[in-house]
Each structure stands twice: as structure tokens, then as C-alpha cells.
């Protein structure tokens, strides 16, 4: 008679930071950070997804919004390693839409506001453990996201990570 | 004394299919002042545009031809939609990132619309006709008749 084998749980686990990162390359050298980790021991770290948004209003000489202008960066895991052009070109293409740029393009007066509650930056990481334990890490500028992990060790070793980045300041919550 | 409905009140929608997609931004804003202006098809005097909104998408390379980002242009003010849009080009994708760097719109992203509202003079039939590039969708109207003069309007005009 058939039957199930033992179930394997599969965990993630969040880590919200207590202030957002704001600066554009804080973010991005996180994940210089973690390739460069040999601490953990990890047998595995190949970038798996990254995408970069921006969204700057634009406001006419009379204070009105009169339209929006949306950068988003989702290079194609296809493109060879760690998506250099992207990385590099988001803060220059978002940089560039500034006074300036609309000046030139409309009239003297108009201006270029960041609409921060809209920024999304986010990069996830393949990564095996020591142990063999294969999961994803996503970092945003927001939190960090484990998942699809099965061993609480592999949970321990990425937090303890985690507390040397001063920019990812609170500790895990399962 | 016995409360009961009154009778029921339809109002109807339906889709036209343009016969040639909008690819000139002229036209369709043209569209604003044609409707305005109609004086053959029986429209009433109170013509009101009562929402526009205008997105464009352009895709920026670098000069080895590796995509870069996508630049989304949402404006609600045709005013300012096509300079704006059009600051993103390759000048400005040179002038960001490297020489030789790119910046070409994605026209199947393009999305640009307006609601025409208005009546049907001879009725009082009220309707809505949301213009896009590719379909135009007749919306709120009650009398079928009005569905005519639509479709000769759109004829007249969407249909080039």
C-alpha cells in the first residue's frame, strides 16, 4: 500500500530593515558585499532576477503634477553575469531626468520630483549553503526576503550575514 | 399601498474596432477640436472632454546594444506629452550613458486616450465615447439610435 514519505518543510523568512536604503549605492553594494562572502561558505551564489524602479513627478511653473515618468530596469537573466550595463546605467538614466532636462525640453520652471513611496529596487540571489540547502535571498530597499530554504542553520547563517551589513538593520522575523 | 420598481432604465456599450491604429499623436488630439466642431452629426452643444491620459514607452541600449532601462512617459497633459517623450532620445541616451548609446519607443506600448462626452441633440441621449488607437468603446448611452450617430461620426473621422 502507497503512502506519503516524511513532508520537508520549506521556510522564508523576512527581514524588514528599520529605514529603507536611500542611497542607490548602498543597495547595489550589498550584492558586490555578498559575492565577495566567503564566510558563509556558500557552494552557490548566480544572480537570479533584478529590477530597478524609479518615478520622478513632473511639476509645470504653476505647482501642478502634470505627468509622471516611470525608469524601470528588468535586464533579462539571459544578459552574462551580474548585470553590469543596468547596475550602472539606472542612476545615471534616473539622475538624468532633473530640472535641467525638462528645461530643456519644456520651459524654464519645470521640475523633477522623486516620488520615493514608489521606489522599488530589488535583486534576488540562487544561493546553496554549505549544507546543500538551495534557496533564494532577495534584497530590496526594503527588507530581505529568504525563501525556499529547508534547513533553520542555512536562516542562521544569512541573518548573522545580514548584522555585518549596517544597512539591513533588523534581525529576521520568521 | 403597494411600493414596488420602477421599470428598468438599460444603458448599453459597444466596441469599434478602428480602421487604421492612431499613429500620429496629431490626430488624435486633432480629434478633440473635430469633436468640438462637429456640426453633421447631431451632437448636442455641450461637448466636454472629460479624461485624457497619454503613456509612451521608450527603451534605452548602450552602445554595445545591452538593454539598459525603459523609460515610461504618463502624462494627462497633451500639452507637454510629445516633448517630454520625445526628450528621451538618442541625444539624451549619448549625452546619459556612452556614445552610441540608444533610445527608440516601443510603439505597441504606446496607450493613448480620451473620453468624448456629450448628447445626442435630437434624443437628449447622453453618451461617452472612450478613443484609444486601435478601438474606439461607445459607453452610457440608453437609446440604440445613438449607436448611429457614433458609428458615423467614427466613421467620418476614425476610419482614415
Known sequence: ?174 | MTITFEPPVAVYSAERTNGKKISDFNDIIGLKETFRADAVSGFGPERKITSESYTGVIEARNPTAQYAAYVKVHSKWPGIYPDLLGGFSTDWAERTMDDGATAHELEDERNWQMVLSSTVASTGDKFQLRVKIDKVIASNYKNQSTLDVLEAFCASNLDN
Not at chain 1, 549596517?166 to 529576521?172: K, L, S, T, Y
Request: net charge negative; proline share 5%.
Open chain 1, 1 to 174: 500500500m502507497g503512502s506519503f514519505n516524511t513532508p520537508t518543510p520549506v521556510y522564508s523568512a523576512v527581514r524588514p530593515f528599520k529605514n529603507e536604503i536611500d542611497a542607490f549605492d548602498t543597495f547595489d553594494g550589498i550584492a558586490d558585499t555578498l559575492m565577495a562572502n566567503t564566510t558563509m561558505g556558500l557552494k552557490k551564489k548566480e544572480w537570479s532576477s533584478l529590477s530597478l524602479k524609479g518615478v520622478k513627478h513632473v511639476i509645470n511653473p504653476d505647482y501642478e503634477d502634470v505627468g509622471d515618468v516611470t525608469i524601470l530596469s528588468t535586464p533579462k537573466k539571459s544578459d552574462a553575469g551580474f548585470p553590469t550595463s543596468s547596475r550602472t546605467n539606472f542612476p545615471l538614466i534616473f539622475g538624468s531626468v532633473n530640472n535641467q532636462f525638462l528645461e530643456r525640453n519644456l520651459d524654464d520652471g519645470y521640475t523633477a520630483v522623486e516620488d520615493t513611496d514608489k521606489r522599488a529596487w530589488s535583486y534576488k540571489f540562487n544561493i546553496e549553503s554549505a549544507a546543500g540547502d538551495d534557496c533564494f535571498l532577495q534584497i530590496t530597499n526594503k527588507k530581505a526576503v529568504l525563501s525556499s530554504y529547508n534547513l533553520p542553520a542555512t536562516l542562521q547563517t544569512v541573518n548573522t550575514w545580514c548584522n555585518t551589513i549596517p544597512a539591513m538593520d533588523n534581525d529576521i522575523t520568521a
